[in-house]
């Protein structure tokens, strides 16, 4: 049977060379629920003979159940360099992401085509944010050449939230400081002359001002890029553009002291 395939592109109005293919017959609604969600918009056929793998950091994520092979990697996956749930190996020379029990992102990065190997088992939440963190590492990869940050965290009342992954439940958001937009799963805010940035992963009990030194270095080191060789150059850019025009702050963790 002929296989049929959905395409999606990442904030399709901002035209990032950024998508992904999946297979309309194994990948459940809620997969494409939360493609939505992380703003993957659905490209229609014209759409989708238009895509050029061309393009200066053009990546195809294609998304398929996992065979039994990889099933079994992703269920038990005992790889190197082990963060938790996630681990990131090399695999014939090749970087590859594991979320256990969720999923395997191969992730050549000199090669357009990427893959996703998705559990044939995804039903519960802790899976489905799962798959939210992994959709976010697949992005702050694709994009990281581009000089796109990605952190975990979210927008409230026009101020950028950072956290802990555990904290934001695998939600994210994405500064495009030359595109001056804040992306986050509640849409899309402009960074204007005063952005601000508040840590909420430490525990403090009063709020403070964060210095541009540390702004800086907590920028570099909490990214959703998970890699070996750490920000790319396309980054540590941004990071140093970033940190010149927003107030930055440490604030009370809402679920630790409450007024």
């Known amino acids: 049977m002929e296989q049929r395939w959905s395409y999606y592109q990442y ?12 297979n309309a017959d194994e990948v459940n609604s809620k997969f494409q629920h939360l493609l939505g969600e992380m703003g993957f918009g659905l490209l229609t056929e014209i759409e989708i ?48 992401y594991t979320y ?10 000199s090669r357009n085509l990427w893959d ?63 595109r001056k937009t804040v992306f986050s799963q509640g849409g899309e805010m402009r960074i204007g002359n005063n952005l601000k940035i508040i840590r909420r992963d430490v525990e403090i009990r009063y709020s403070s001002h964060m210095s541009r030194e540390d702004l800086i270095s907590y920028l570099s080191v909490s990214t959703c890029l998970l890699s070996f060789t750490g920000v790319t150059p396309a980054m540590k850019r941004a990071i140093y553009s970033l940190s010149a025009g927003v ?13």
């Not at 061309?54 to 360099?81: C, F, N, W, Y």
């Not at 029990?101 to 992730?107: H, N």
């Open 247 to 259: 107030m930055a702050s440490y604030s009370i963790p809402e679920q630790v002291y409450n007024p």
């Open 49 to 96: 003979k238009k895509i050029s793998l061309q393009k200066a950091h053009s990546r195809i994520l294609t998304v398929q159940s996992a065979g039994p092979r990889i099933e079994k990697q992703i269920m038990g996956s005992d790889l190197l360099d082990k963060y938790g749930l996630e681990s990131l190996s090399l695999m014939n020379g090749l970087p590859v």
């Open 116 to 178: 996703l190997a998705v559990s044939g088992e995804l039903a519960n939440t802790d899976q489905m944010v799962g798959l939210r963190v992994v959709l976010a590492r697949f992005l702050a990869t694709a994009l990281s050449d581009m000089g796109v940050l990605c952190y975990w965290g979210t927008v409230k009342d026009g101020a950028v939230l950072l956290m802990k992954q555990v904290q934001s439940f695998g939600e994210s958001v994405l500064i495009d400081v030359e």
């Open 11 to 22: 904030r399709k109005i901002h035209q990032y060379p950024i998508f992904v293919r999946v």
């Open 100 to 109: 256990r029990k969720v999923g395997l992102l191969a992730m050549p990065m």
